[in-house]
């Protein structure tokens, strides 16, 4: 199987997809599925569904670990049909497969800031997206020439926010900046998860600086793969150039269990 990917030693590969317990955390947005302009238009397509719910029939714990708020996520779970742990939110919110757990407070320290937001994004195409302890102001709808004047105001109000709110921290996105608690990111998926399935070994997979905190929680034995094209540095090992080859790699860890496959292809 050819893909866009980079997969240092690959002899290593077929090993860590064919172990007893493998834990793969996969991120949503720009790794299972392409952006859009918001994520009720983001969905999955039969073929990738179709991959997550042979992983799992195989064997493989699958935990979705995503920035999208609870109720974004909750329609995507209810589509594989199969029992997995869900994290929205950057992990504030929590699914193990029978119910959601989540923070106690609900952050309305952000309502201030979340109107000055709403007032820098009157632009056509903004959107803000609140959720329960983090704010995200989103600008793919945006018109190029709309974008510069508000992306600077919205940084500026978010800092100066920040200076009176120290333990929140402003994130970029693609086409978006989020402030959100520290404490707050998707390295909780990998703690919460390893202490369900201490002996598994794990793959994470996604294409943003918020999926660097579930490479920087990986041990030695596990494996992060970014995906997409970056310059910015990275903690994952690996990398896949699209959300069609995060499919293709889904299908060839089924085919690797099934005894089915041996290495990957790597590209000339």
Known sequence: MKLAVSLPQPDRWRELASCPSLALLLDVDGTLVGFAATPEEAVLDEDTLRALRHVIDVGVHVAIVSGRPRSALEPL??????????????????????SWTGPQGTGDELDDLAATLSTIADVPGARIERKTLSICLHWRSVEPDDRAGM??????????????????????????????????????????????????????????????????????????????????????????????????????????????????????
């Open 77 to 98: 779970v209810e589509m594989l049909q199969r029992k997995i742990w869900s994290y929205a939110e950057h992990g504030a919110w929590h699914h193990d497969g029978t």
């Open 151 to 268: 992306i600077e105001a919205a940084e500026r109000a978010c800092d100066a926010w920040m200076q009176a709110h120290l333990h929140y921290e402003r994130l970029p996105g693609i086409d978006s900046l989020e402030v959100r608690r520290h404490s707050i990111n998707k390295g909780i998926a990998v703690r919460r998860m390893r202490e369900r399935l201490p002996d598994s070994r794990m793959i994470a997979i996604g294409d943003d600086l918020t999926d660097e905190d579930m490479f920087a929680e990986l041990a030695e034995h596990d494996v992060g793969i970014a995906v997409g094209h970056h310059n910015r540095p990275s903690l994952a090992q690996a990398a896949l150039g699209t959300p069609i080859d995060v499919r293709s790699f889904l299908h060839w860890i089924v085919d690797c269990r099934a005894g089915t496959m041996t290495l990957l292809e790597l590209p000339a």
